[in-house]
């Protein structure tokens, strides 16, 4: 189920700103919503000017584009801090200080990999960052929902209160897991960020990423499985 809430308003001014694999992943989290989507970011957007021209003119001192790369992409960024974070204000300002931290640096930004991929990896670092200075990790759980609400009004009323139920429990496990597994989890299995993307944030080799996924996934595989297997015993 969703938040109910609007996104935050980022300030665009210029003062403030394998075996267990997919097809297990897909079972557990296709089961929680009816309408997951993707959440990637758009490299286009009306009017044909894409991410690295709008870099390219912020970099020559045109500041009103950052406005535009903040409406393309916040939302991405605020669902992925949401899931990281558990928290719908600690996400709206983690994303200012990602979006506001993205701009003081974007002279830096050199085009190694793509705008998006390097604005993930500002946003990670933040959440990390925040999740150990208050070990939240610890004190909440990760969140599975986004920010669209899952369409279950046509669920029998049972079956709604066991999707509720399966989401505590799969929330319950993500959260025991190690900060890196879950975070690759959420990226890869929630986010549906490409391999590619993963392996430019992480700066590891695509076979690395995936070898880590697939721990992570054995890892919360292992912690669902008496879950499953109880529902699976007849009462």
């Keep these: ?29 296709g089961n929680l919503f009816l309408n997951k989507q993707s959440n990637k970011s758009e490299a286009i957007v009306s009017g044909g000017i894409s991410d690295a021209e709008c870099v390219r003119r912020l970099q020559r001192g045109d500041t009103e584009f950052f406005a535009t790369l903040v409406e393309r992409h916040q939302k991405t960024i605020f669902n992925l801090l949401y899931h990281m974070l558990g928290d719908y204000d600690d996400a709206a300002e983690v994303s200012q200080e990602a979006f506001l931290s993205a701009y003081r640096s974007i002279k830096s930004f050199r085009g190694d990999a793509s705008f998006s991929t390097w604005l993930y990896r500002i946003a990670v670092n933040h959440a990390n960052t925040r999740r150990k200075s208050a070990a939240l990790w610890q004190q909440r759980m990760a969140r599975l929902e986004s920010m669209e609400p899952a369409d279950d009004g046509g669920l029998d009323p049972a079956d709604a209160v066991e999707r509720t139920e399966m989401r505590e429990h799969v929330q319950a496990a993500l959260n025991s897991l190690e900060a890196d597994d879950a975070t690759i989890i959420l990226l890869r299995d929630l986010q549906d960020v490409p391999y590619e993307t993963l392996a430019d944030m992480l700066k590891i080799p695509i076979g690395t990423v995936k070898s880590r996924l697939h721990r992570a996934r054995r890892a919360l595989k292992a912690r669902l499985t008496p879950y499953f297997k109880a529902k699976r015993t007849p009462k």
Aim: aromatic share 6%; proline share 10%.
């Design 1 to 29: 189920m969703g938040l109910g809430r609007p996104l935050p308003e980022i300030n665009t001014g210029p003062d403030s700103l394998a075996s267990i694999g997919t097809g297990y992943m897909e079972q557990i989290f």
